[in-house]
């Protein structure tokens, strides 16, 4: 499944690239994090949305400048 979730707290390509390698970290797949627009967009072999943002959580739990929201399935 393809997500797409915004992301706040961004202001330069290592805040992207951070949040990038944390993701990739927690087994996401082909990850685009596009700093112009806030958001992100990656892929997850979970269909279960409330699983995806369990890892989310975590995510951005240890990365206390930046947080998300929005999450959406995308084809």
Sequence with gaps: MKYQ???TG???MGCSALI???LEDEGFKKIDID?????????S????VSKVEEIL?????SLPSYSYKNIKIIN
């Design 35 to 43: 700093l112009k627009t806030n958001t992100g967009i990656f892929e």
């Design 20 to 22: 990038k390698m944390s």
């Design 10 to 12: 961004m202001h330069c």
């Design 57 to 61: 959580n975590r995510v951005f739990a």
């Design 45 to 48: 072999s979970l269909s279960d």
């Design 5 to 7: 979730i915004d992301i």
